[in-house]
């Protein structure tokens, strides 16, 4: 029965962090991309848009995410139709997770060194090939790594969300472990939640490390 | 890459035909210009206000030449070279390319422009991600070129540059100048009518510096095509240029024909960047130099110039006989230049009959410039 459950709740923590991992990845890059190509002395100047979008970003990443989740509820509610279980953690953490994982890969676009794009223009690349065959590429080892961290970060902010009732490793050890004063159940999710972000980390640093050439 | 990406870049692009400008303005040797500077200026906004990078260049780079740019940093060379890919917009006047203003380009003309311009970097500039090979292969690439043409292509660059052998390694594999010569082969992949080269040597020791000029001249004699550099050694100038300008604060202070500007700098800048490749006078003649004769028996110490501009190299014993007395070489070299012979002697003459005015006035019949620096025991 034990077994049962932390099986479950691992597999709710793996759906809210992977799926929302997921959208924040799809979502992230384009975001990171306009960030980086809008700034000023970008291949798309566009200072207000980069402002705005800038603006938009800071302002959910300075949110903590107990207090971003509990706001976003009505929004949830609205997308997915309740505020409970795993799709409804799912919301606000891809919330949370695509402007935390944007800004990392921005900054991973922005190391890319400009003797590379002027290379690229006067090789006669047009501005979307500049993003597809040298930006991207060349930022793709950062971008992993920054894929990494962010999923460990959402890792630990999914059992936040198991806190108000979204499920996963994090509920269990709230109710078992804090409410119920069973060391072992937590103890046995701290393990779990230790081996999951070593694989990760480690996972994700070997890609990382096998992408870059330099 | 997706599939719509991949048709989008297999058609061809239409290439605009430009309209020539009006050619009535231009003096007929000038119509033969392959790249022409009219009146170009480049200010720049800095945080004490405009700053000029460049200021009223007026400039005709002929076809196939080798035209060097030569100033010292911050003189505005690489703004300068910059202008004739537009990877830098002039504030004023107007860059002219086989006789057509590129000012009002679009990006699609600006494309079409930059792929009959081939440009290598200082620091080379290669993708980290791709192989040599994809680095080569890629300006063919994002030009829809077939895949079956690319290969080709790039094969052919890759034996050109001598570096067949490494084209699966990644730019960090390879050593500075093999690096150079990836650049090169990638600059030269659309077959482009000129080269620009901004610095392309000035990270490399001199050993690979020299292959990579060896390479350059071959290039330039091998497919005809004119190449623009900027450096700020003078030895690359004389290596491999034809013509030179230089730059100093914005403006041209001074341009010519290699020899001319080598055997005879007017401006100081030219001299100051001049003078790491001349002989200096050795410290310790200099100690013994005296203005006056301090006994009848000191030796005159001469220097004599050679600009190149004299028809012939110059005749030794002749002179020496004109000298008279005992002729002594302290130091001198001759270089040969585009078939000039320039450079200096210094000489010390004892036991001569004559004075030191009618000896510099004697030496005057060889030498283009003659100074009397001394007297020495």
């Known amino acids: 029965m034990w077994f049962d459950r932390l099986l479950q709740g691992f597999i709710d923590t793996f759906l809210m962090v992977g799926v929302s991992s997921l959208i924040a990845l799809l979502a992230g890059i384009p975001l990171a991309v306009i960030l980086v190509t809008s700034s000023k002395g ?40 309740t505020t409970y279980g795993v799709w409804a953690a799912v919301v606000p953490l891809t919330i949370a997770a695509t402007p935390f994982f944007a800004r990392i890969a921005e900054v991973s676009l922005r190391e890319v060194d400009h003797g590379l ?3 690229a223009q006067a090789m006669g690349c047009r501005r979307w ?82 992408l870059n050439k330099r | ?39 170009l200026g480049k200010t720049y906004n800095g945080q004490q206000g405009p700053v000029a990078a460049l200021q009223g260049i007026d400039l005709a780079i002929r076809r196939g030449e080798v035209f060097g740019i ?130 392309a040597t000035s990270a490399l020791d001199p050993e690979t510096t020299q292959s990579i000029l060896g390479l350059l001249r071959e290039i330039n004699q091998r497919l005809g095509l004119t190449i623009v550099l900027i450096t700020h050694e003078m030895a690359v100038i004389r290596e491999i240029c034809d013509r030179v300008v230089v730059l100093e604060h914005g403006r041209i202070v001074e341009q010519g024909p290699v020899w001319e500007v080598f055997g005879n700098p007017q401006h100081e800048v030219s001299k100051t960047l001049l003078a790491p490749l001349q002989h200096a006078l050795p410290e310790e003649l200099q100690s013994r130099l005296r203005s006056q004769p301090p006994s009848s028996d000191a030796a005159v110490v001469l220097r004599l110039q050679f600009t190149g501009s004299a028809t012939d190299e110059p005749d030794l014993a002749a002179l020496f006989a004109a000298l008279g007395g005992r002729v002594r070489l302290l130091q001198g070299g001759i270089e040969r230049i585009q078939g000039h012979a320039l450079g200096q002697l210094l000489l010390a003459v004892t036991g001569s009959s004559l004075g030191a005015e009618e000896l510099r006035q004697r030496a005057g019949n060889w030498a283009q410039q003659v100074e009397v620096l001394g007297y020495v025991v």
């Open chain 1, 42 to 81: 970008g291949i798309y100047e566009a200072p207000a848009l980069n402002r705005a979008l800038g603006a938009f970003v800071n302002l959910f990443r300075s949110i903590p995410f107990l207090i971003l989740m509990v706001a976003l509820i009505p929004f949830t509610r609205l997308i997915v139709g």
């Open chain 1, 117 to 119: 794009i002027e290379a």
């Open chain 1, 129 to 210: 090939h500049i993003v597809w065959h040298v930006l991207l590429p060349e930022a793709l080892p950062g971008i992993v790594g920054g894929f990494t961290i962010t999923l460990v970060t959402m890792i630990n902010s999914s059992a936040m969300a198991g806190a108000i009732g979204a499920g996963g490793l994090g509920d269990i050890a709230y109710r078992y472990g804090y409410q119920r004063f069973d060391s072992q159940i937590m103890l046995t999710v701290i393990v779990l939640l230790v081996v999951l972000v070593a694989f990760i980390q480690l996972g994700g640093d070997r890609l990382a490390r096998g």
């Open chain 2, 1 to 39: 890459m997706t599939a719509a990406i991949q048709r989008r870049l297999e058609t061809p692009e239409p290439c605009p035909i430009p309209e020539p400008v009006e050619q009535t303005e231009l003096h007929p040797d000038l119509n033969r210009a392959h790249v022409r500077f009219i009146g």
């Open chain 2, 70 to 199: 030569i100033g010292r940093s911050g003189a505005g060379k690489s703004s300068l070279i910059r202008t004739i890919n537009r990877l830098e917009q002039p504030s004023t006047g107007r860059v002219l390319i086989d006789q057509v203003d590129i000012g009002g380009f679009d990006e699609d003309r600006l494309v079409t422009l930059r792929r009959r311009i081939g440009m290598i970097f200082q620091h080379f500039n290669l993708m980290s991600a791709k192989t040599v090979w994809q680095n080569v292969e890629l300006p063919l690439k994002v030009a829809g070129v077939p895949k079956e043409k690319r290969e080709r292509k790039v094969r052919e660059l890759l034996e050109l540059v001598g570096l067949q052998e490494k084209h699966k390694a990644y730019p960090a594999q390879l050593s500075g100048g093999q690096k150079q010569r990836v650049g090169v082969a990638r600059a030269l992949v659309h077959d482009p009518a000129i080269l620009l080269c901004d610095e």
